[in-house]
C-alpha cells in the first residue's frame, strides 16, 4: 500500500510539472512571437508604439501591424527530419484593453474580432505577417469615433491591443495560442489642411 502511495505522490509530481504549453498543444511545434509593430506619428513602419488617426484627410482609414514571429520545436534537442513541424497560421486575434481597468466593448474600447489567414511558417524560421489592428469600422463606432471631435492632439486614448495568433502543424495538430501587446494612441491628429469630419454613428 506505500509503495502505491508513493507511486502516486510521484505520477502527480510529474503531471504538476509538465509544461503548460504542452497542455494547450497537440504538436511538437511551438510559435514565438519576436514583435509586434505598426505605423508611427509619422507613418513610418516598424514602431512598438502605434498611433492610429480616427480622421484623416477627409478620410477614414484602418491601421494596420506586422507580427514577426518563428515557429520552434518544443524539444530544441530534437532532430527535424519531416516538413511536419512547419505552422500554417490561419487566425489572429485582436481585442482590446486600457490601463484604467475600465474595457467595456464599444463603449471604453473598440470591439474585438478575428481574422482568418492562411500563411506558413516554416520550423526554425521566422516570418512577418501583416494583419489589422484597427479596423476602419472601429472609428465610425464608440470610443474612437467620439474623438473626432478633438483636434491636435487635445484628446488621445491609450489602448493596449492583445494580439493572440493560432495555427497548426502540417501534420493537422493544433499548436498552442501565442499571445502579445502592443500600445495604439489614438487621437484626431492634425492633418496638413483641415477637414470636416461626419458625425454619423454607426452601430457594430
Not at 508513493?6 to 519576436?34: H, K, P, R, Y
Not at 489592428?133 to 471631435?149: G, T, V
Request: hydrophobic share 45%.
Amino acid at each position: 500500500m506505500k509503495l502505491k502511495i508513493v507511486g502516486l505522490i510521484i505520477v502527480a509530481l510529474l503531471l504538476a510539472g509538465c509544461n503548460a504549453m504542452e497542455n494547450d498543444s497537440t504538436s511538437g511545434t511551438m510559435l514565438q512571437i519576436l514583435s509586434l509593430t505598426g505605423n508611427d506619428l509619422t507613418g513610418a513602419a516598424g514602431s512598438t508604439t502605434v498611433f492610429s488617426d480616427v480622421y484623416t484627410s477627409d478620410s477614414i482609414i484602418n491601421d494596420n501591424a506586422v507580427a514577426d514571429i518563428m515557429a520552434l520545436p518544443l524539444d530544441p534537442a530534437i532532430a527535424i527530419t519531416t516538413p511536419y513541424f512547419d505552422v500554417l497560421i490561419d487566425q489572429i486575434d485582436v481585442e482590446f484593453r486600457r490601463t484604467d481597468g475600465r474595457n467595456v466593448e464599444g463603449v471604453d474600447v473598440p470591439y474585438r474580432f478575428t481574422q482568418p489567414m492562411s500563411m506558413l511558417v516554416p520550423i526554425t524560421t521566422n516570418m512577418q505577417i501583416p494583419f489589422v489592428l484597427i479596423r476602419h469600422d472601429a472609428k465610425l463606432q464608440a470610443p474612437l469615433f467620439d474623438l473626432r471631435n478633438w483636434t491636435s492632439q487635445e484628446k488621445v486614448l491609450e489602448l493596449v491591443a492583445v494580439v493572440t495568433i493560432h495555427g497548426k502543424d502540417t501534420g493537422g495538430h493544433r499548436v498552442a495560442p501565442v499571445t502579445g501587446y502592443i500600445t495604439v494612441w489614438c487621437g484626431n491628429f492634425a492633418d496638413s489642411a483641415p477637414v470636416t469630419p461626419p458625425t454619423t454613428l454607426t452601430g457594430k
